[in-house]
């Protein structure tokens, strides 16, 4: 409001007196105003509300406050709590956007079937020894689909291998494994999926006897046994799959790649010490 006079004032040449009782404040209060001199805190809150701003509007609004303190904090090497962030955020009106539920899907027949083995203990002592996988259905144009096949190690909720193919196939999910281990030779995780018709096939298990990797797989209708894949899905989507029109297959493919770069280099977590996926596998 102070503002608002100070500005009519100078641009529009009006009365301070007159602008003071449009307003409803006195001219006291107003010239206290023109007179203050914000203390260092405010100042340091000012110059951190401009940081908040800047961070927000370079990741398309998808920071809420946990992951803004998480990134600030690292960049201006400070230790402001989360109720500093939640507190600026509110104040000037910036909120992460919203998650879009994921689609649920019906069960595939099923061939080679195994029990849930993972049991929801999705703590890794070291790399490489559980990891969980997936299939994401990603819509373009006119009603197009894209699939997003992806492996996630439960150590550090690092992506290890993904593939975006046109089909929903076995090939998907074969070549998604085949690229993980073209990485990681000679590993043998404890490997968690859903039911769904890949996981289940011959060419999946002829998979697991060649790579010596045990198979585990959800319970019918219980997403939240596969909850490090499903959360990365939900992530993705929610901070840049949802937030830009993909017109071609091509569109969609440079939104994973970017997506995926940034999530294991440069997304830091408290769960990791403030580190990124990558970087949290490096000091391990």
């Given at each position: 409001?102070?503002?608002?006079?100070?500005?009519?004032?100078?641009?529009?040449?009006?009365?301070?007196?007159?602008?003071?009782a449009l307003a409803g404040v006195a001219r006291s209060a107003y010239y206290k105003w023109l007179g203050w001199t914000p203390s260092t805190k405010e100042l340091e809150i000012q110059v951190l509300a401009k940081e908040v701003k800047l961070r927000y509007d370079k990741r398309n609004g998808i920071l809420g406050y946990r992951q803004m303190r998480t990134q600030l904090n690292r960049k201006l090497k400070k230790q402001y709590n989360k109720k500093r962030y939640y507190r600026?955020?509110?104040?000037?009106?910036?909120?992460?956007?919203?998650?879009?539920k994921r689609p649920s899907y019906m069960k595939a027949p099923e061939t080679h079937v195994v029990e849930n083995v993972m049991n929801r203990n999705f703590e890794a002592q070291s790399p490489n020894t559980k990891w969980c996988t997936d299939v994401t259905e990603l819509k373009y144009g006119n009603g197009r689909k894209a699939?997003?096949?992806?492996?996630?190690?439960?150590?550090?909720?690092?992506?290890?291998?993904?593939?975006?193919?046109?089909?929903?196939?076995?090939?998907?999910v074969v070549d998604t494994?085949?690229?993980a281990y073209e990485k990681n030779p000679g590993v043998t995780p404890l490997l968690h999926s859903d039911r769904g018709f890949q996981y289940t096939s011959h060419e999946y298990n002829r998979l697991q006897l060649k790579y010596g990797f045990m198979k585990?797989?959800?319970?019918?209708?219980?997403c939240l046994d596969n909850q490090p894949i499903e959360r990365f899905w939900g992530t993705y989507k929610s901070e840049s799959y949802y937030l830009t029109k993909h017109d071609t297959y091509d569109d969609?493919?440079?939104?994973?790649?970017?997506?995926?770069?940034?999530?294991?280099?440069h997304r830091y977590t408290e769960r990791l010490e403030g580190l990124s996926?990558?970087?949290y596998r490096r000091v391990a």
């Open positions: 409001m102070y503002q608002a006079i100070q500005e009519l004032n100078k641009e529009k040449g009006y009365a301070i007196k007159k602008l003071c600026i955020m509110r104040a000037l009106g910036l909120k992460a956007v919203i998650r879009k699939y997003l096949s992806a492996i996630i190690d439960v150590y550090d909720n690092s992506i290890v291998s993904w593939v975006l193919s046109h089909s929903n196939n076995n090939k998907l494994l085949k690229q585990s797989m959800s319970r019918v209708s219980r969609v493919l440079k939104d994973v790649i970017n997506y995926i770069r940034y999530y294991n280099n996926p990558n970087e």
